[in-house]
């Protein structure tokens, strides 16, 4: 009889504790917030070991290099407009000193946003471009991936699994 209750106890715990892990951490956001953060920061430590320029731009026009009236007059969504950017040297220029001088390669983010995942995202490109010479959308997003293994732990992983997943089909 006791073997009987301690088993379903066991099974009552475990599952307690699986929910717990898979469905209730990926969907508190208190947390995610305090991962995302720490994400951020390891990615600008990237960014600086790899001798990346961060630029912030005011506003979503703004680092698109169009005027928010003339794209308003067009009546186009705002869908269509890049939240960030990655610039970088075509390899046949790409030298030490050409990246000092142009300050290339270069991530451009929109300053309010503070969005992890488009960060993640550029730098996706970065290393794409570096390693593969692939500058495809579809690359970068993959990357993220990467990144997340690279800087946060299983854990960490775990709580923003449902964040990435999104970023990852986008
Ligand atoms: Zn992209």
């Known amino acids: 009889m006791i073997e ?25 956001t208190k947390k995610i917030k305090k991962i995302e953060e720490k994400f951020y920061k390891k990615l600008l430590t990237v960014c600086k070991k790899e001798q990346i320029y961060i630029n912030f731009y005011d506003n979503i026009y703004e ?39 142009y300050k290339l390669p270069e991530i451009k983010l929109i300053k309010e946003e503070n969005n992890v995942w488009t960060f993640a995202h550029e730098l996706g490109h970065h290393f794409c471009v570096k390693n593969n010479d692939d500058d495809s959308e579809k690359g970068a997003n ?15 992983r775990n709580c923003l699994r449902i964040h990435i997943s999104v970023y990852f089909n986008r």
């Not at 209750?5 to 969907?27: E, H, K, R």
């Not at 009546?75 to 075509?90: E, F």
């Open 63 to 101: 680092l698109n290099e169009i005027k928010e009236e003339e794209y308003k007059l067009k009546n186009l969504s705002t869908g269509k407009l890049a939240v960030g950017r990655y610039v970088h040297l075509k390899p046949h220029y790409d030298s030490p000193l050409n990246r000092v001088n």
């Open 4 to 28: 009987k209750i301690s088993i379903l106890l066991f099974t009552f715990l475990f599952f307690l504790l699986f929910g717990w892990w898979l469905f209730y951490l990926p969907l508190n």
């Open 142 to 156: 993959r990357y993220i991936k990467t990144l997340a293994k690279q800087h946060l732990n299983i854990y960490e």
